[in-house]
């Protein structure tokens, strides 16, 4: 398994959504646990631009962090 945090660009209000691969999976500022390999990643938010990345050797006490621009 793989560890994820993704973080926005600007603040938002409320719990909003990480996408995975286009299906929402857990929120942002969270750790997210994955499978390994490469996955795009948003947010549910207006004006998210996705990010490809590939999860590869991360833990729990080491995640991945990806930051999602927002315009």
């Known amino acids: 398994m793989e560890y994820l945090i993704v973080r926005l660009s600007k603040p938002f209000e409320g719990k909003i959504s990480v996408l995975i691969n286009g299906q ?3 929120f942002i500022n969270e750790t997210l646990t ?3 390999g ?3 990643v ?10 490809t990345l590939e999860l590869l050797d991360t833990t729990e006490t080491k995640p991945a962090e990806v930051t999602i621009l927002c315009v």
């Open 34 to 36: 994955l499978e390994e």
């Open 38 to 40: 490469f996955v795009r």
């Open 24 to 26: 929402k999976n857990g």
């Open 42 to 51: 948003s947010a549910d938010v207006k004006g998210a631009k996705p990010k």
